[in-house]
């Protein structure tokens, strides 16, 4: 079910909409340390794991640069198709770190084989959901908006079976929710 989202165009269109409302909110604000008008400073990134063709536009990180001489601060708006720096596709970490739990090892290695990652990084993004969930003012949102607490050694399967709806619409709300964690200025480059 959440496989075939890989290959729908109209999905990826979906998620360049949302952070293109994200680079707007962005947008209408001020450089957070000298409070300078921010201009556009997009970069190219090359996500791994889409499994459709999508125009160039598709591979851009919207982000945006202060004015200011001397300052030039970036700042990065959270995105609902980059994980930080990771290379795969934040849609692809999600759903490899879901199918790890609860499916049988051949669904996984399907999985795995589709979209070309080896079984070392989808250990290392355990870790990191277990590490970025449970560190930083992240895990204070999750425990008010969550109630009982999420599991967060099953993350992000504990978190995704909160959201309501089916396939895309949870996927978007999972990746909707996680987005602050992609933004900022530690994660420009
Ligand atoms: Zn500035």
Redesign the pocket.
């Known amino acids: 079910m959440y496989q075939s989202l890989l290959s729908d165009a109209r999905f990826h269109e979906l998620l360049l909409a949302f952070d293109r409302d994200l680079a707007d909110a962005a947008r209408g604000t001020r450089?957070a340390?000298?409070?300078?008008v921010l201009h556009s400073a997009r970069y190219w990134r090359k996500p791994r794991g889409r499994a459709c063709a999508v125009g160039p536009e598709h591979d851009q990180r919207f982000s945006f640069c202060?004015?200011?001489d001397g300052?030039?601060?970036r700042t990065t708006p959270p995105s609902l198709r980059f994980l930080g720096r990771k290379v795969y596709l934040a849609t692809i970490v999600v759903l490899v770190s879901i199918m790890q739990h609860g499916v049988t090892q051949r669904r996984m290695r399907q999985l795995t084989e589709a979209v070309g990652v080896d079984r070392r990084t989808v250990v290392r993004w355990q870790l990191w959901w277990r590490e970025r969930f449970t560190a930083s003012a992240f895990r204070r949102i999750a425990r008010a908006t969550f109630m009982p607490p999420v599991d967060a050694a099953r993350l992000p399967a504990t978190l995704i079976e909160r959201f309501r709806g089916e396939g895309a619409e949870q996927l978007i709300a999972l990746l909707r929710f996680i987005a602050p964690l992609t933004g900022g200025e530690a994660h420009a480059r």
């Open positions: 450089c340390r000298c409070g300078g202060c004015a200011v300052c030039r601060s």
